[in-house]
């Protein structure tokens, strides 16, 4: 069983266009012009498909200095906000304190323990506020590390297909009847 034939190519000349035809398979030609308008093709093609790959990088990268800004100004507040649950805080106690010396008590025993509850709690609330500002700032900048993360694997891709299309081009080429 012979699975390569040695093509025997002979050169046709037909209507002012040159073709090559294999003498061991007549129905297979080749017609330069025909072989060059799929060669342009294939390399415009796998062109676009590897623009579209640095497209999605530069896009991600772009979106990812949005997230970064976007994590900056949700520490900025976080920041803000426990600030002011504290100086809410600072209020209270003295509130508590005046209202404590209003009635002639002493910052001892369960008048102490009131404020100092009063103090925990509010430390409490700033912390988890800052924490949660801070929480959602990771995320976006890891959101955006993802992101460029996943244009770049879709970046690698894109040169595979394109790749793979420029083979399947010069496959239909080779297996063209003109």
Request: no cysteine; charged share 25%; proline share 2%.
């Amino acid at each position: 069983m012979i699975l390569f034939r040695t093509p025997a190519i002979e050169y046709i000349e037909q209507d002012g266009i040159v073709f090559q035809i294999d003498k061991n398979n007549p129905f297979r030609r080749f017609d330069p012009v025909t072989l060059l308008v799929v060669g342009i093709g294939a390399a415009m093609q796998a062109k676009a498909t590897l623009d579209e790959g640095k497209a999605g990088v530069k896009y991600a990268k772009i979106q990812q200095q949005q997230y970064v800004q976007e994590a900056a100004a949700n520490r900025n507040v976080g920041n803000y906000e426990s600030r002011e649950k504290r100086k809410e805080g600072y209020r209270l106690k003295a509130s508590q304190i005046a209202q404590i010396g209003a009635q002639g008590g002493s910052l001892s025993g369960t008048n102490l323990a009131m404020i100092t509850d009063s103090a925990r709690e509010v430390e409490s609330d700033a912390f988890l506020l800052q924490r949660n500002y801070d929480l959602k700032s990771d995320t976006l900048i890891n959101k955006g590390k993802f992101g460029v993360y996943s244009a770049r694997v879709a970046r690698r891709a894109s040169r595979i297909k394109a790749f793979t299309n420029a083979v399947e081009s010069g496959e239909r080429a080779a297996m063209m009847g003109a």
